[in-house]
Structures are given as structure tokens and as C-alpha cells.
Nanobody, 124 residues
């Protein structure tokens, strides 16, 4: 069982930056692939980024490539999402997710554990 707690969301101006954090409880964090998703008002939840258990491989949604960076610190049981050049369309609740991985890949789906989310609001 893995529990995830996100933090770092806030109201920022367009062009600004944020770093979201997701702290995981439980054992064997380094065996889990981690992902970030977001859900804007009135829209479905969408994939943003993922990182494999060892931290050496990452994938991103096309809409965030070049602006978002996912990383992890397995010693701290934490995954991060650095968001630069924020746009109003980045406004959403951002969720952290985890899935046990046996192949050290970073998947776009199939996550088993979810946090409660952190709100990011970007003003124009």
C-alpha cells in the first residue's frame, strides 16, 4: 500500500514557475513508477509526465514538453514536478500517482495509487 500526498500548488502569474512535490509513504518506493496527472475544470483527467522507478527514464505529454520536468529522490520517497513558463491553460488540480513496476519503465497509464491533488491556478 502506498499513500501519496501532493503539495506546492498555488496561485501564480503566467510566466512564473512552481515545483510540486509528492511524498510517498510505505516501503519500496524505489520499486514504483510515478506519474503526474492533471484535471482542469470541466475536463477529464489527463496524463502529464511519468518517471521510472530508478529515475533514469521520463516521458511527457506533448502539451508540456520543454516546460515540465519530472524527477524523483528515492532516498526521500518523493517525486517532483517542476513547471516553468506557466500558462493559464495549466490551471488544474495536479495529481500524483504510483504503480508497482517490474520492468523499470515509465508508463502513461495503469496507475494504482493516487493522491488527493494540489490546486495550481495561473492568472493571466
Amino acid at each position: 500500500q502506498v499513500q501519496l500526498i501532493e503539495s506546492g500548488g498555488e496561485l501564480v502569474q503566467a510566466g512564473g514557475s512552481l515545483r510540486l512535490s509528492c511524498a510517498a509513504s510505505g516501503r519500496a518506493f524505489s520499486y514504483y513508477a510515478m506519474g503526474w496527472f492533471r484535471q482542469a475544470p470541466g475536463k477529464e483527467r489527463e496524463f502529464v509526465a511519468a518517471i521510472n522507478p530508478s529515475g533514469g527514464s521520463t516521458i511527457y505529454a506533448d502539451s508540456v514538453k520543454g516546460r515540465f520536468t519530472i524527477s524523483r529522490d528515492n532516498a526521500k520517497n518523493t517525486v517532483y514536478l517542476q513547471i516553468d513558463s506557466l500558462k493559464p491553460e495549466d490551471t488544474a488540480v495536479y495529481y500524483c500517482a504510483a504503480v508497482r513496476s517490474f520492468t523499470d519503465v515509465a508508463p502513461r497509464g495503469g496507475y494504482d495509487y493516487w493522491g488527493q491533488g494540489t490546486q495550481v491556478t495561473v492568472s493571466s
